[in-house]
């Protein structure tokens, strides 16, 4: 299965680099970072959560703490669904983040439909976000001692090829994710899924717009759309979508 994760994902970056060459959509900046001259005026703008490199780090937390909603509401869920009869921990990450993506989404529909798109809703919820990480983090750091041993045993067992897959794949994920950095050209983003939220928000509830067919498909990549930019971040609403 790492073999074919892979094979996939070179190909088709390699692809995706050939078509970036061709067709020059995408603008490469003379230097990955800025020089020391923009340092002061970069801080300002991450202060305020402007410029490039502050949409971006913002970006990243914003969807850090809409995985955190996830994972932690999708958990709680599980358990209730499985009361005593619990999974390994990939799987229960796994199925808690689907488990609380989707109920977040309910959660927007809901909303959406009661004229409740609020960007103060949307902040409240990434806060809940934010407590829910806190308090996992500290769980996490008093059962590390449990956790740890076999964690570690796991990873010994894996031969260095699948050492090797592993992180070559959460680097290509990694890369990946950077991908909302540059204007999207991708049909489906510009035809629905950026703009049926837009619209929703503009209108102030979840509408059905005649023209519009993809409105009465179901909306989960909709409603997290929209979460992230009444959270003020497009950054974030790619990666939902990348996602």
Same mark, same amino acid.
């Given at each position: 299965?790492?073999?074919? =994760?892979?094979?996939?994902?070179?190909?088709?970056?390699?692809?995706?680099?050939?078509?970036?060459?061709?067709?020059?959509?995408?603008?490469?900046?003379?230097?990955?970072?800025?020089?020391?001259?923009? #340092?002061?005026?970069?801080?300002?703008?991450?202060?305020?959560? /402007?410029?490039?490199?502050?949409?971006?780090?913002?970006?990243? &937390? !914003?969807?850090?703490?809409?995985?955190?909603?996830? =994972?932690?509401?999708?958990?709680?869920?599980?358990?209730?669904?499985?009361?005593?009869?619990?999974?390994?921990?990939?799987?229960?990450?796994?199925?808690?983040?689907?488990?609380?993506?989707? &109920? &977040?989404?309910?959660?927007?529909?809901?909303?959406?439909?009661?004229?409740?798109?609020?960007?103060?809703?949307?902040?409240?919820?990434?806060?809940?976000?934010?407590?829910?990480?806190?308090?996992?983090?500290?769980?996490?750091?008093?059962?590390?001692?449990?956790?740890?041993?076999?964690?570690?045993?796991?990873?010994? /067992?894996?031969?260095?090829?699948?050492?090797?897959?592993?992180?070559?794949?959460?680097? #290509?994920?990694?890369?990946?994710?950077?991908?909302?950095? +540059?204007?999207?050209?991708?049909?489906?983003?510009? !035809?629905?899924?950026?703009?049926?939220?837009?619209?929703?928000?503009? /209108?102030?509830?979840?509408? #059905?717009?005649?023209?519009?067919?993809?409105?009465?498909?179901?909306?989960?990549? /909709?409603?997290? =759309?929209?979460?992230?930019?009444? &959270?003020?971040?497009? +950054?974030?609403?790619?990666? =939902?979508?990348?996602?």
């Amino acid at each position: 299965a790492a073999l074919g =994760v892979f094979t996939y994902f070179t190909i088709d970056l390699f692809l995706k680099y050939l078509q970036a060459r061709t067709m020059r959509r995408f603008q490469i900046p003379p230097y990955p970072f800025p020089p020391l001259a923009d #340092i002061r005026q970069n801080l300002g703008l991450l202060l305020r959560a /402007e410029g490039g490199y502050a949409r971006s780090l913002y970006g990243y &937390a !914003v969807f850090g703490l809409m995985a955190a909603f996830f =994972v932690t509401a999708g958990g709680k869920i599980l358990r209730v669904i499985l009361r005593a009869d619990p999974l390994p921990f990939l799987q229960t990450f796994s199925l808690s983040y689907l488990l609380g993506s989707l &109920a &977040a989404s309910l959660l927007w529909m809901l909303l959406g439909t009661l004229g409740l798109l609020k960007p103060w809703i949307a902040f409240a919820m990434l806060a809940a976000g934010a407590i829910f990480l806190i308090q996992r983090f500290f769980h996490m750091k008093k059962e590390w001692p449990q956790i740890r041993p076999p964690l570690s045993s796991w990873w010994l /067992e894996q031969s260095l090829f699948e050492k090797g897959s592993l992180l070559f794949i959460a680097l #290509i994920l990694f890369l990946y994710s950077t991908n909302p950095v +540059f204007y999207t050209l991708s049909s489906d983003a510009l !035809v629905t899924h950026l703009t049926l939220p837009n619209y929703y928000i503009n /209108e102030g509830g979840l509408l #059905i717009h005649p023209a519009h067919f993809h409105s009465y498909f179901p909306q989960n990549t /909709e409603m997290l =759309v929209v979460w992230s930019l009444l &959270a003020g971040s497009e +950054f974030t609403a790619q990666l =939902v979508i990348w996602g």
